[in-house]
Protein backbone atom coordinates (compact mmCIF):
# COMPACT_ATOMS: atom_id res chain seq x y z
CA UNK A 1 0.00 0.00 0.00
CA UNK A 2 3.05 2.60 1.21
CA UNK A 3 4.44 1.63 -2.44
CA UNK A 4 1.53 2.70 -4.24
CA UNK A 5 0.83 5.88 -2.35
CA UNK A 6 4.66 6.97 -2.99
CA UNK A 7 4.06 5.58 -6.81
CA UNK A 8 1.03 8.32 -7.06
CA UNK A 9 2.56 11.11 -5.33
CA UNK A 10 6.02 10.92 -7.43
CA UNK A 11 4.35 10.88 -10.53
CA UNK A 12 1.64 13.40 -9.55
CA UNK A 13 5.25 15.75 -9.09
CA UNK A 14 6.82 14.43 -11.61
CA UNK A 15 3.33 15.85 -14.34
CA UNK A 16 3.29 19.30 -12.15
CA UNK A 17 6.66 20.04 -12.39
CA UNK A 18 6.28 18.98 -16.42
CA UNK A 19 3.56 21.57 -16.51
CA UNK A 20 5.48 24.69 -14.91
CA UNK A 21 8.09 23.52 -17.40
CA UNK A 22 6.48 23.51 -20.35
CA UNK A 23 4.45 26.84 -19.25
CA UNK A 24 7.52 28.83 -19.18
CA UNK A 25 8.04 29.33 -22.52
CA UNK A 26 4.45 30.33 -23.20
CA UNK A 27 4.69 32.61 -21.05
CA UNK A 28 8.03 34.25 -22.32
CA UNK A 29 6.81 33.98 -25.76
CA UNK A 30 3.32 35.80 -24.30
CA UNK A 31 5.36 38.86 -24.75
CA UNK A 32 5.81 38.67 -28.75
CA UNK A 33 2.95 41.01 -30.05
CA UNK A 34 2.67 41.84 -33.44
CA UNK A 35 2.06 45.64 -33.00
CA UNK A 36 2.06 46.07 -36.68
CA UNK A 37 -1.08 44.07 -36.99
CA UNK A 38 -2.54 46.11 -34.15
CA UNK A 39 -2.09 49.33 -35.46
CA UNK A 40 -3.74 48.08 -38.89
CA UNK A 41 -6.73 46.90 -36.95
CA UNK A 42 -7.13 50.04 -34.78
CA UNK A 43 -6.56 52.23 -38.04
CA UNK A 44 -9.21 50.54 -39.63
CA UNK A 45 -11.73 51.77 -36.94
CA UNK A 46 -11.93 48.79 -34.39
CA UNK A 47 -11.78 49.42 -30.61
CA UNK A 48 -9.19 48.37 -27.99
CA UNK A 49 -11.46 45.58 -27.01
CA UNK A 50 -12.36 44.55 -30.24
CA UNK A 51 -8.39 44.41 -31.28
CA UNK A 52 -7.69 42.15 -28.66
CA UNK A 53 -10.48 40.10 -28.54
CA UNK A 54 -9.76 39.26 -32.87
CA UNK A 55 -5.67 38.95 -31.93
CA UNK A 56 -6.66 37.08 -28.68
CA UNK A 57 -4.07 39.66 -26.62
CA UNK A 58 -4.99 41.49 -23.94
CA UNK A 59 -6.39 44.95 -24.08
CA UNK A 60 -2.87 46.08 -22.34
CA UNK A 61 -0.91 44.59 -25.05
CA UNK A 62 -3.00 47.23 -27.48
CA UNK A 63 -2.86 49.97 -25.22
CA UNK A 64 1.04 49.37 -25.08
CA UNK A 65 1.32 49.25 -28.92
CA UNK A 66 -0.41 52.22 -28.99
CA UNK A 67 1.96 54.12 -26.10
CA UNK A 68 5.17 52.50 -28.50
CA UNK A 69 3.34 53.56 -31.87
CA UNK A 70 2.65 57.22 -30.48
CA UNK A 71 5.69 57.72 -28.90
CA UNK A 72 7.81 56.53 -32.14
CA UNK A 73 5.77 58.87 -34.20
CA UNK A 74 6.81 61.71 -31.42
CA UNK A 75 10.29 61.53 -31.72
CA UNK A 76 12.27 63.25 -34.80
CA UNK A 77 13.53 60.38 -36.90
CA UNK A 78 9.87 59.70 -37.61
CA UNK A 79 9.37 62.78 -38.81
CA UNK A 80 11.54 62.22 -41.67
CA UNK A 81 9.59 59.46 -43.49
CA UNK A 82 11.12 56.53 -44.05
CA UNK A 83 9.70 55.51 -47.32
CA UNK A 84 10.57 59.07 -48.85
CA UNK A 85 13.54 58.50 -51.22
CA UNK A 86 16.65 60.18 -50.57
CA UNK A 87 17.99 62.79 -52.93
CA UNK A 88 20.20 61.49 -55.76
CA UNK A 89 23.40 63.07 -55.32
CA UNK A 90 24.82 64.95 -58.04
CA UNK A 91 26.21 63.87 -61.05
CA UNK A 92 30.40 64.58 -61.25
CA UNK A 93 31.07 67.47 -63.52
CA UNK A 94 31.85 66.23 -66.87
CA UNK A 95 35.82 66.02 -67.13
CA UNK A 96 37.48 69.22 -69.56
CA UNK A 97 39.65 68.44 -72.19
Same mark, same amino acid.
Not at 8 to 35: E, N, Y
Not at 59 to 79: F, I, L, N, W
Given at each position: ?????? =?????? $?? @?????? /????? +? !? *??? @? %???????? #? #???? @?? %?? %?????????????? +? +??? +?? *????? !??? =????????? $????? /?????? *?
Amino acid at each position: MTKKIV =AVATTL $AF @GTALSF /AVAIP +R !A *HAA @G %KVDCDKVM #E #ELNS @GK %KT %KEVASDLSISAASV +R +RCK +RK *HAKMM !ASP =AAMASPEAP $AAPAP /APAPAG *H
